[in-house]
């Protein structure tokens, strides 16, 4: 086999071969995210063993903590919640560090060498939604942080805390606005096998709908499996089988609304009645239905500090029970709704 060069770990992620030098030199010029990365595809192609890579990566006597996240770049959501962690760490002489897992488990996949060889004090696990990596980073054994998990994950076998963006209550008192302003015939969009998060928002809705009295019409209902890729195409085709919609959608996030909304910015003629949608996390990533829908919004900077106080604490507390926080967002009710086209 031919020697890795700096070259060939540049030449696989498309950076500069002087990016690469500066930090295999300790060049403080690298960004700690394209640094990690550089670490791990080093790692990865085999042009560092563990105990230089450790060297390269972590200062000595300092707590070290990782991140592990999958797609990053998706949202805005994720990626601000990370920065606030860093920023919290910075102020705790933390070093934190990136671990990028795949959004989808494959027999071939395995943790870089900085998880593999138990090379930080703890890790948090943010947007991570498949079972098997969820198992794989739950039997590591350093601190561990989880915020959300998937539907089908039993929590009581987590070995590390878990936090949850309260839905239920939030999405019922939601559903309960709209009732109390006329709406009846009440649909909800979004897939609830994704993420547990998701369901409780599902069980919210369903919860608000049976207190009244009415019913969760099969019509007005799509909580199937959704592809990462596949959101718009497949709400598209859902809302292209509905002969006649309800009075209003609750989304099981502002992701969700913003398909909504664009389809019948694509398909005008298709609404007849006005429709009210609703969403949850209050992003502002998404202009359709940014400030303009009700939703629940969620403070993603205070998300990050509390995750990053989190994982020290359990670093520092190794013994303590394991717990299960819930965040509560702020619910934004507006007046607003989509119109037919005459």
């Not at 860093?86 to 705790?92: D, L, N, P, V």
């Not at 090379?119 to 039997?139: F, Q």
Request: charge should be negative; include cysteine.
């Amino acid at each position: 086999m031919a020697r890795i060069t700096m070259q060939d770990i540049a030449d696989e992620l498309g950076v500069s071969r002087i990016s690469v030098w500066k930090v295999f030199n300790n060049v403080d010029t690298v960004s700690p995210v394209l640094k990690s990365r550089i670490l791990d595809k080093a790692s990865e192609l085999g042009y560092v063993k563990a105990a230089q890579l450790a060297e390269s990566r972590l200062c000595g006597g300092e707590t070290n903590v990782a991140v592990v996240v999958s797609r990053p770049e998706s949202s805005t959501f994720w990626s601000t919640i990370i920065h606030s962690m860093a920023e919290t760490f910075s102020c705790e002489k933390v070093n934190l560090l990136y671990v990028y897992v795949p959004s989808r488990y494959s027999a071939d996949f395995v943790f870089p060498e900085i998880l593999r060889h138990h090379m930080v004090d703890g890790i948090v696990v943010i947007n991570v939604y498949d079972t098997e990596i969820l198992d794989m980073l739950n039997a590591l054994p350093m601190a561990k942080v989880f915020l959300d998990i998937t539907t089908d994950y039993p929590f009581l076998r987590l070995k590390g805390d878990l936090v949850l963006l309260e839905g239920k209550q939030t999405v019922k008192l939601i559903t309960g606005d709209l009732i109390r302003n006329g709406c009846t015939r009440i649909g909800f969009i979004g897939d609830i096998k994704y993420a547990l998060t998701n369901k409780l928002r599902y069980e919210g809705y369903t919860a608000a709908i049976t207190e009244a009295g009415l019913v969760c019409e099969n019509d007005y209902l799509f909580y199937d499996k959704i592809g990462i890729n596949e959101y718009y195409a497949s709400i598209s085709d859902y809302l292209d089988s509905v002969t006649s919609f309800p009075d209003a959608y609750v989304c099981v996030s502002d992701f969700v609304a913003h398909f909504i909304y664009r389809y019948f910015l694509e398909h005008p003629r298709r609404l007849k009645n006005p429709l009210v949608v609703t969403g949850y996390d209050g992003s502002f990533e998404y202009p359709a239905v940014a400030d303009s829908i009700t939703t629940a919004r969620v403070d993603t900077r205070k998300i990050g500090k509390l995750l990053a106080d989190r994982i020290c604490y359990r670093i520092k507390n190794p013994s303590m029970p394991k717990e299960i926080s819930y965040v509560f967002p702020e619910v934004i009710l507006k007046d607003s709704c989509l119109t037919p086209v005459i």
